[in-house]
């Protein structure tokens, strides 16, 4: 039951953080967007941020207690 959650959680993950946009291009590529690299985050956006923060924090506490129940 432990790894079926670990594995949902996981998968939620890595969309979140497909999600995520960054500067697109090759110019991000090399650091050549030409913004800051601090911007504010509103609406969606800052929700999937939050988001991926939170499932990496539970899925890191799955991986823990998986380890420490086998």
Same mark, same amino acid.
């Given at each position: 039951?432990?790894?079926? #959650?670990q594995i949902v959680v996981s998968i939620i993950?890595?969309?979140l953080v497909l999600l995520q946009e960054r500067s697109s291009g090759l110019s991000g590529v090399f650091g050549g967007a030409g913004g800051t690299p601090y911007q504010? *985050? *509103?609406?969606?956006?800052?929700?999937i941020y939050w988001a991926t923060?939170?499932? #990496?924090v539970i899925f890191a506490g799955l991986a823990i207690v998986n380890l420490i129940i086998r």
């Open positions: 039951m432990l790894t079926i #959650a993950l890595i969309v504010n *985050r *509103r609406g969606l956006e800052k929700f923060i939170c499932s #990496a």
